[in-house]
């Protein structure tokens, strides 16, 4: 394969880290999702928490920040294609803002039935 080829994957990874920085600095609820994973890895170290534990965790975590990436892209293009207030596009970002809810509902239940152990034994 050629370099251009590996220059062009190497450049994606670049696109995609820009990305992330961009979400957490421009959104309010990327950098309270950022808290709470640093919360959330600091007791699974300060807890030791078992491997399926960690697994666990960072699955949940990853769901969150996936659900809110996309909450946070389908936001910005119905903003962007339909400016004025429509009902087909309040249902549509009300939709996705609960996809988000649903998911950190679902990891604060995973959490908690992963550290409530660790927490009170």
């Known amino acids: 394969m050629s370099n251009s080829y590996f220059r062009k994957r190497l450049a994606s990874f670049g696109y995609a880290f820009t990305g992330i920085f961009s979400f957490v600095k421009s959104e309010p609820h990327a950098r309270i999702h950022a808290v709470a994973t640093v919360i959330v ?4 170290c300060w807890f030791h928490v078992g491997k399926q534990d960690w697994l666990w965790l960072i699955w949940a975590m990853a769901i969150v ?3 809110e990436m996309m909450n946070t892209v389908i936001e910005k ?10 009902p087909t596009v309040k249902f549509i970002k009300d939709v996705a803002a609960g996809a988000v809810l649903v998911a950190a509902f679902a990891a604060a239940i995973t959490g908690a039935v992963i ?5 009170f034994r």
């Open 65 to 67: 920040w996936i659900t």
């Open 115 to 119: 550290f409530w152990p660790y927490i």
């Open 41 to 44: 890895v600091v007791a699974g």
């Open 77 to 86: 293009m119905m903003d962007h294609l339909s400016p004025a207030i429509h």
